[in-house]
């Protein structure tokens, strides 16, 4: 379950589990993302995709235009769907493991603008390229002005995010693998923003 803000709500009220808030990325972002690792070695223990920008993420928070979905598999049904933001495409999967968020995609007809939570998988096909999907958690239709707002707000997070990672252990991190210069992301946050007609 999430509130309006794309955070989780806490599993638990002692405060012992507590979900990952769910960060507003763009997709041109998250497809250039291809450092991933688990913090501990537990089974249940969180795994994480380094951000480009310098920060670690679990969980991601965006909107966009529902394009396309398609129903696969018979046993093991699951909906892959795109969702398109002004920077990019995001592949969007739903399962039985994802009951609530499967049924939400099943009763979306594209196209239409939504906003989706959701755990970001990353796989390397044999040559070396990593492709990254969004296991959905939710998805739910808005309507045009959310989707503008969450453009403003995943611009200021992006943003955000390049101004205060300098100098922290993921920053410094992010520089050294990724070695991409951050004028390309305000570049892409300020093509982005160019986009809205409002």
Same mark, same amino acid.
């Given at each position: $379950?999430?509130?309006?803000?794309?955070?989780? $709500?806490? &599993?638990?009220?002692?405060? *012992? =589990?507590?979900?990952?808030?769910?960060?507003?990325? !763009?997709?041109?972002e998250l497809k250039e993302s291809r450092v991933h690792f688990k913090e501990g070695?537990?089974?249940?223990?969180?795994?994480?995709?380094?951000?480009?920008?310098?920060?670690?993420?679990?969980?991601? !928070?965006?909107? &966009?235009?529902?394009?396309?979905?398609?129903?696969? &598999?018979?046993?093991?049904?699951?909906?892959?769907?795109?969702?398109?933001?002004?920077?990019?495409? =995001?592949? *969007? $999967?739903?399962?039985?493991?994802?009951?609530?968020?499967?049924?939400?995609?099943a009763r979306l007809e594209p196209p239409c603008f939504v906003a989706v939570v959701?755990?970001?998988?990353?796989?390397?096909?044999?040559?070396?390229?990593?492709? +990254?999907?969004?296991?959905?958690?939710?998805?739910?239709?808005?309507?045009?002005? +959310?989707?503008?707002?969450?453009?403003?707000?995943?611009?200021?997070?992006?943003?955000?995010? +390049?101004?205060?990672?300098?100098?922290?252990?993921? &920053?410094?991190?992010?520089?050294?693998?990724?070695? +991409?210069?951050?004028?390309? =992301?305000?570049?892409?946050?300020?093509?982005?923003?160019?986009?809205?007609?409002?």
């Open positions: $379950m999430t509130n309006g803000t794309g955070k989780g $709500m806490a &599993g638990r009220r002692d405060g *012992v =589990f507590e979900r990952e808030p769910a960060r507003r990325v !763009f997709a041109q070695q537990d089974e249940k223990s969180p795994s994480y995709i380094l951000l480009p920008t310098g920060a670690r993420c679990n969980r991601v !928070f965006f909107a &966009g235009t529902l394009t396309e979905k398609k129903k696969q &598999g018979e046993q093991n049904m699951f909906y892959r769907a795109r969702v398109v933001d002004p920077t990019g495409t =995001f592949f *969007v $999967m739903a399962g039985s493991y994802q009951p609530e968020a499967m049924q939400q995609v959701g755990k970001p998988n990353v796989y390397q096909t044999p040559d070396g390229a990593v492709l +990254i999907s969004i296991r959905c958690e939710s998805i739910t239709q808005v309507d045009k002005d +959310i989707r503008d707002q969450w453009v403003l707000d995943c611009a200021k997070a992006t943003l955000d995010r +390049i101004e205060t990672s300098a100098g922290t252990p993921d &920053g410094e991190r992010a520089r050294k693998e990724y070695n +991409i210069d951050p004028g390309l =992301f305000r570049k892409m946050v300020y093509e982005a923003l160019a986009q809205l007609k409002i």
